[in-house]
Nanobody, 122 residues
Framework: QGQLVESGGGLAQAGGSLRLSCAAS????????MAWFRQAPGKERELVAT????????YYPDSVKGRFIISRDNAKNTLYLQMNSLKPEDTAVYYC???????????????WGQGTQVVVSS
């Protein structure tokens, strides 16, 4: 079992930036693929980015490609999400997740954090 704790959310203006962090208390963090998901009010939880255990395999949906950057520091057991050029439609609760494959579906991840709120004002 393990625990994931997100931080770094808050209020940003459109065009601004935020950096989210996810501190992982899991055994062998470096063996897990990691991901960020988000959920806006009244909407399904959607994938934002994935990163393989080595940090070499990355995936972004078109909605955030070119604006968001996922990274990880295995020595610090920490996952990051750099969010640039923020838009009001990026407003959501952001969750980090850990799994054995860098999948695109929620069910492929075994551990989840509690989420951090991001609000982008226009």
């Amino acid at each position: 079992q393990g625990q994931l704790v997100e931080s770094g959310g808050g209020l940003a203006q459109a065009g601004g930036s935020l950096r989210l962090s996810c501190a992982a208390s899991v055994r062998d963090f470096s063996r897990y693929s990691m991901a960020w998901f988000r959920q806006a009010p009244g909407k399904e939880r959607e994938l934002v980015a994935t990163i393989s255990w080595s940090g070499e395999g990355l995936y972004y949906p078109d909605s955030v490609k070119g604006r968001f950057i996922i990274s990880r520091d295995n020595a610090k057991n920490t996952l990051y999400l750099q969010m640039n050029s923020l838009k009001p439609e990026d407003t959501a609760v952001y969750y980090c997740a850990a799994g054995y494959v860098a999948g695109l579906q929620r069910h492929e991840y075994d551990f989840w954090g509690q989420g951090t709120q991001v609000v982008v004002s226009s």
